[in-house]
């Protein structure tokens, strides 16, 4: 017996100031289309726990630090950064108010309610970029999951935060010795160069294994102090 494919079925579609924003369910999969472009789903999260593991882990013992998470999207990197107890303020900046309620009270409400409900978390709808050059706050890490990495923006504008402009912002809030970890959906020798002339050390690529094709990866760099 040959049995039908199943068929994405949409659960909401909405229109911002940035284009049309979708969440589907495929089976059990939940899924953020942007714009007509598949930006990320349920399926894994293991890029996204690297993401703030790696952040963690270039930055070092440091005492209670401050977080900042760049896109909420499914919300694995927040999940897993609040199940972190080492972490003493966990901000997430979205500017898709869609994707705000769908976890606030919609169907990604499951993945991040505890994360969400922890008093260290805060979650700010606006743009990333003008949140790093208008706030006074700093962090000791940022994990930044922008659209699909610097190599590959799907909406207008993203790729501003992965040029020398956009970096400069990063480090002017990143605490001497602070973490900048980047989600990419493929490596990207031209980012890792771009890191280093904007002054940035240790520049490094952590890659994670796909069963087949490009990996994604984690570009990592610290801010000298």
């Known amino acids: 017996m040959i049995t039908s ?10 229109e911002g100031p940035y284009g049309e924003v979708v969440l589907r369910r495929h ?3 939940l899924q953020i289309i942007a714009n007509g472009c598949f930006l990320m789903d ?14 963690l882990a270039a930055l070092g013992p440091r005492e209670r630090p401050s977080i900042l998470i760049g896109g909420l999207g499914v919300g694995f990197s927040l999940a897993h950064a609040a199940a972190d107890p080492r972490i003493g ?16 009270d919609g169907p990604l409400a ?10 260290r978390t805060t979650i700010l709808h606006g ?8 706030t006074s706050a700093t962090y000791d890490a940022l994990c930044l999951d922008i659209d699909n990495g610097p190599g590959w923006t799907v909406t207008e504008g993203n790729g501003q935060l992965y040029a020398p402009t956009g970096l400069a912002d990063c480090a002017r809030v990143l605490t001497p010795g602070g973490v900048l970890a980047v989600w990419s959906a493929q490596p990207s020798g031209v980012f890792e160069e ?4 904007a002054g940035f050390q240790q520049v490094r690529t952590e890659e994670i294994p796909v069963a087949r094709g490009v990996p994604d990866v984690v570009h990592l ?4 102090g």
Not at 5 to 14: F, G, S, Y
Not at 42 to 55: K, M, N, P
Not at 127 to 134: C, F, G, K, N, Q
């Open 5 to 14: 494919p199943v068929e994405p079925v949409v659960l909401d579609r909405r």
């Open 27 to 29: 089976g059990e999969l």
């Open 42 to 55: 349920t399926s894994d999260g293991r890029s996204e726990r690297l993401l703030v593991d790696a952040a």
């Open 89 to 104: 303020a966990l901000t997430v900046v979205e500017r898709e108010s869609a994707i705000v309620a769908w976890h606030r």
């Open 110 to 119: 499951p993945l991040t309610a505890e994360a969400l409900a922890d008093p």
């Open 127 to 134: 743009d990333l970029l003008a949140h790093l050059r208008e």
């Open 194 to 197: 771009t890191l280093r002339n």
């Open 221 to 224: 760099a610290l801010r000298p």
